[in-house]
Structure formats: structure tokens, C-alpha cells
């Protein structure tokens, strides 16, 4: 009884293991396994995909902000682009440069005639009226004609000879003698240096000076608002010689020293050339030299003359 029993078992067991549920089991067990081998696979390439794209999103993103940080902040970038522009720029200036070269030739007698004129001398010297000893005692026309003579020295007007025009640019001694008159309303004054030395002897108002100092008593006479005369500045074939003119306008205040305005090519004031209009020195020409010597002219001093109507 006993063995039946247990080959029963047996063969319960062996039917129970080779039922048709178990198939069902395995079935169902790899069709789970296909699909989870199925859904990690999509699952790792979008992984991957993602990842890739991640890792290209963050290697562009920090390709641009290092480039950025590296623009913005290193100054090679900066230095950089500047140096693009400033090849940009190289091209521009040179066309910019093109046309600078014509203004420089128009520029350029501007420019020659300021060296020139720091060559030949110092700058024009003016004088206040208050500046000069008992300015404010002189007649009311005398001032006058003063005033105006010493405003035309602050407007830097060259020696020009020929012109007796301040809008010219500059004028020449006869000239600035000339136009202040003018101005004053002296109608009669002639235009040059030789006929107004002429118009002042006809009408008697001319004191000769024949000595060769300061100091000479020949002039005790001489009165600030006179016209000065010399010959001998330049050579020329004129008679009378006379050559060049100027105003007497007093002593100076501070030096005590006489001093004379006009236009001149080369006299001094303070010991320094001046070519212009100008307040310069009067002083009398070295008694050593002569009219002509060496080949060459030397000023000489001639006389003084009063303005005719100017202190009536």
C-alpha cells in the first residue's frame, strides 16, 4: 500500500510540472523580460541622446561664456578689436590724411609766417595809456589819437609794406601813420613817410635834430603826439630821403625810458626786435656809424614834427 501511494506522488508531481500553466508562467516571464529589455533600450538611447545633447549644450554653454568671459574680461579681446579698429581706422586716416596735406599748404604760410616771425623778433609790445607818464594830463585830443595808435598794436599786425590798412593784415610806418591820423581826422596828412615830413615843413611845424644824443636840447620841444622822421632805413632814391615815421608817445612809466609807436621791419623795444605794429624804444641811432658803411645804409635820426590843429 505504501508504494502506490508514493508513485501516485510521483506522478501528481510530475503532471503538476508539466502543466500548461507553468508555459503560461514562462510565457509571461519572458515576455516581461523582452519588455524590459525592450523599454531599457529606448530608454538608454534617449539617455544617451539626452546626455549627448547635455553635454553639447553644456560644452557650447561654456564655449560662449568663457569666450564671453574671456572677451570681456581678458584685454586681448579688447586690445583686439581695437587693434581691428585701429586697422579700420589706419585706411581712414589716411584719405582724412589725404586732404590734411592740402590744408597744410594753406596752413602752411600761416605757418611760415609765425616761425618767421618767432625768428625775426619777439611778439608786438602794447602799452595801456595809463602806463605812460601823465597820460591823463595830455590834451583831450592827443589821448585820443594816442588811444587809437596803441589799440592797433593788440591786434598782431604784421609789417606789410604798402599798406595802410589794419584789415590788410598789417601796414607800414607811413602807413600806420596815415590811417591813426585818418582816423583822428586829420584829412590833409599825405600817405607817404617823404611827403608828410614835406606837408609838416611847409606848415612850419618841424624841429630838425642835427645831435646825436638822447639828451640834446634840440629836444626840449618835443611833445608826446609828434611825428618822428628818419632816413637811411632801407635804400632808396628819394628826395627828400626820408624813409621812415613814427608817434611819440611819451616816457614810460616804468622805465622812465621813451618810447614811440608805429609799424616797423626790426626796431627794438626792451632790447628785443619786434616786426610789426608795435610800441618801441626811441632812441637815437649809434653816433659811430655813418649814413652808409660797408655797403650798407644806417638810419639816421633827422627831426620831429607837431600835428598841425591837434593841440588847439
Given amino acids: 500500500m505504501v508504494t ?23 510565457q509571461s516571464v519572458g515576455e516581461k523580460i523582452k519588455k524590459i529589455f525592450s523599454t531599457p533600450t529606448p530608454t538608454p538611447t534617449p539617455h544617451k ?11 557650447a554653454s561654456p564655449s560662449p561664456t568663457p569666450s564671453r568671459k574671456k572677451k570681456s574680461v581678458s584685454p586681448s ?8 579698429a585701429k586697422k579700420k581706422s589706419s585706411p581712414t586716416p589716411e584719405p582724412s590724411e589725404t586732404p590734411s596735406p592740402t590744408p ?10 609765425t616761425p618767421e616771425s618767432g625768428k625775426r623778433g619777439a611778439p608786438n609790445a602794447t602799452l595801456l595809456p595809463e602806463a605812460i607818464s601823465g597820460f591823463e594830463n595830455y590834451p583831450p585830443k592827443v589821448q585820443q589819437l594816442l588811444s587809437s595808435a596803441l589799440e592797433l598794436t593788440t591786434r598782431n599786425l604784421d609789417y606789410k609794406y604798402g599798406s595802410a590798412d589794419p584789415g590788410n593784415g598789417g601796414m ?12 583822428n581826422g586829420v584829412e590833409d596828412v599825405p600817405r607817404d613817410s617823404s611827403e608828410q615830413y614835406i606837408w609838416l ?19 626840449d620841444n618835443l611833445k608826446p603826439g609828434d611825428l618822428l622822421f628818419w632816413t637811411g ?5 628819394r628826395d627828400p ?49 655813418g649814413e652808409i658803411e660797408d655797403g650798407k645804409v644806417h638810419p639816421r635820426f633827422v627831426g620831429y614834427a607837431h600835428i598841425p590843429g591837434l593841440r588847439d
Fill in 241 to 289: 630821403p626820408i624813409t621812415h615815421a613814427m608817434i611819440y608817445l611819451g616816457r614810460e612809466k616804468k622805465t622812465g625810458a621813451r618810447v614811440m609807436v608805429g609799424a616797423s621791419d626790426g626796431r627794438t623795444y626792451q632790447s628785443q626786435q619786434r616786426f610789426g605794429v608795435s610800441v618801441f624804444d626811441f632812441k637815437m641811432p649809434r653816433a659811430d656809424k
Fill in 49 to 59: 541622446k539626452k546626455k549627448s545633447a547635455t553635454t553639447k549644450k553644456e560644452s
Fill in 4 to 26: 502506490p501511494f508514493r508513485f501516485t506522488a510521483v506522478t501528481i508531481v510530475v503532471v503538476a510540472f508539466f502543466a500548461p500553466s507553468p508555459p503560461i508562467a514562462a
Fill in 201 to 219: 615843413r611847409r606848415a612850419g611845424k618841424f624841429e630838425p635834430v642835427v645831435g646825436q644824443k638822447d639828451d640834446s636840447f634840440e629836444f
Fill in 233 to 237: 632805413t632801407y635804400a632808396i632814391k
Fill in 172 to 183: 607800414d610806418c607811413s602807413g600806420f601813420v596815415y590811417f591813426v591820423l585818418k582816423q
Fill in 104 to 113: 597744410t599748404p594753406s596752413l602752411s604760410p600761416t605757418a611760415t609766417a
Fill in 77 to 84: 579681446p579688447a586690445v583686439s578689436p581695437t587693434a581691428k
